[in-house]
């Protein structure tokens, strides 16, 4: 084995070191409609828009952490942190089509619109040198790298038998995986980690189905046959589950990987056209610059930190709140002051759950003389002595 060869291999190996490591934290849905990109938990939610964008296309850097999309209408490509801060643009070619991003090469692999050939740029917009395997007349609808195992996968229709294709960009050569099933392959998503490729598959223009295929080339249906366009569905894939997004009902159904079925079902904002899985850092985990008396919670690309129970302030100060100042105890109650709370005590004299404290009448444990005549007062008693005696009370003589 030369030099090189063992160089590249060291090289690769450590960045799937890395893509193991640093994907740790909150995987997120991240989505496309008419006007926005917005993301949604994979567990579901509240979904929050990031940026305006007309029914862009997604790719991830899982190394940078950062969103790529395409916007059709300025026909520029751009990409930003998880949050949608530091966006920068690209101007690419006018036939700019699906595209997936090699984050080991920093590098975009994207399907020319006027001839479905796979071209390749870098991430300033230098084209890179043809793939004379993947050039005009393959018809291709879709495409997914796993840039840790250096292959292309594509989807593409009958015309040349075939419908998923796995190509070898270290040894240029083109593996047909799937070509058993008569219609189009369209869009796709790739396991990485168990070396699968989850897709759909059209038997006409509006039932298709939806298939998992090995990298070595076993292919099984998952679950019946579904309606929907060409247009109105995507797929993507996550740790323990892959999601199938129908466009007619914005809502994604979150499959299963072992059971192959319907976890659940999340509902995105209307008109959500396209998605594509994340992971993001746990930055709690590795950065946390939340102040003491906090929490720290992830959301794509950064922390929010939101002061304890008790405490107010902002992202860099939590300070105790003196409760006491709004007298949240009971009359006849006293208020005490504790970090991050407060103590309620009912006052001598009295007793009760703090919030309702009552006079305690002392006399009936007779604390005064036999001699002498006890009468309970609010928080307190008196002991004066019967006539014909004298004393303070509690001893008449």
């Known amino acids: 084995m030369s030099l090189g060869t063992l160089l590249t291999l060291f090289i690769i190996t450590n960045w799937q070191f890395f893509q193991v490591e640093g994907n740790v934290g909150q995987e997120y849905i991240f989505y496309s409609n008419a006007t926005h990109i917005s993301y949604v938990s994979v567990d579901g939610g509240e979904s929050t828009a990031i940026l305006s964008a007309q029914s862009a296309t997604l790719g991830y850097d899982e190394q940078n952490y950062r969103l790529w999309y395409y916007d059709t209408v300025g026909v520029t490509l751009h990409n930003a942190n998880l949050d949608g801060s530091d966006l920068r643009t690209l101007s690419v070619l006018s036939n700019f089509g699906p595209f997936t991003v090699d984050a080991v090469n920093q590098s975009i692999y994207y399907l020319n619109n006027d001839d479905n050939s796979v071209k390749s740029i870098d991430y300033n917009g230098n084209l890179f040198p043809e793939i004379a395997a993947l050039q005009s007349g393959s018809d291709f609808k879709d495409l997914q790298i796993d840039a840790y195992n250096r292959s292309l996968f594509l989807t593409t229709d009958r015309m040349n038998s075939r419908n998923l294709i796995r190509y070898s960009l270290p040894e240029d050569a083109e593996l047909t995986i799937d070509d058993n099933i008569t219609g189009i392959g369209t869009h796709l998503a790739v396991?990485?980690?168990?070396?699968?490729?989850?897709?759909?598959?059209?038997?006409?223009?509006?039932?298709?189905?939806?298939?998992?295929?090995?990298?070595?080339?076993?292919?099984?249906?998952?679950g019946p046959e579904q309606t929907g366009s060409l247009t109105t569905v995507d797929i993507g894939e996550g740790n323990g589950f892959f999601y199938i997004l129908d466009s007619g009902t914005s809502e994604v159904r979150k499959y299963n990987k072992t059971t192959d079925t319907v976890d659940s079902t999340i509902s995105l904002s209307p008109g959500a056209a396209r998605m594509i899985v994340v992971a993001d850092k746990d930055s709690c985990a590795v950065n946390n610059t939340c102040p003491a008396n906090s929490t720290c919670t992830n959301i794509p690309g950064t922390i929010v930190c939101s002061c304890n129970t008790g405490f107010t302030g902002n992202?860099?100060?939590?300070?105790?709140?003196?409760?006491?100042?709004?007298?949240?105890?009971?009359?006849?109650?006293?208020?005490?002051n504790i970090i991050g709370s407060f103590l309620?005590?009912?006052?001598?004299?009295?007793?009760?759950?703090?919030?309702n404290c009552t006079d305690i009448n002392e006399c009936q444990t007779d604390p005064c003389d036999v001699n002498a005549a006890?009468?309970?007062?609010?928080?307190?008693?008196?002991?004066?002595?019967?006539?014909?005696?004298?004393?303070?009370?509690?001893?008449c003589t």
Do not use: L, M
């Not at 998992?212 to 292919?219: I, L």
């Not at 005590?345 to 703090?354: I, K, M, S």
């Not at 008196?382 to 009370?393: F, M, P, Q, T, V």
């Open 374 to 395: 006890c009468t309970n007062t609010n928080g307190s008693y008196s002991c004066n002595c019967n006539a014909g005696y004298e004393g303070n009370g509690t001893s």
């Open 191 to 222: 396991d990485t980690s168990n070396k699968i490729v989850y897709w759909i598959h059209f038997t006409d223009d509006t039932d298709y189905k939806i298939y998992k295929t090995t990298y070595d080339g076993q292919t099984s249906q998952i």
């Open 315 to 336: 992202q860099t100060f939590c300070q105790d709140i003196n409760e006491c100042t709004e007298s949240p105890c009971g009359f006849n109650s006293n208020c005490t």
């Open 344 to 355: 309620c005590e009912c006052q001598t004299g009295f007793e009760g759950n703090v919030t």
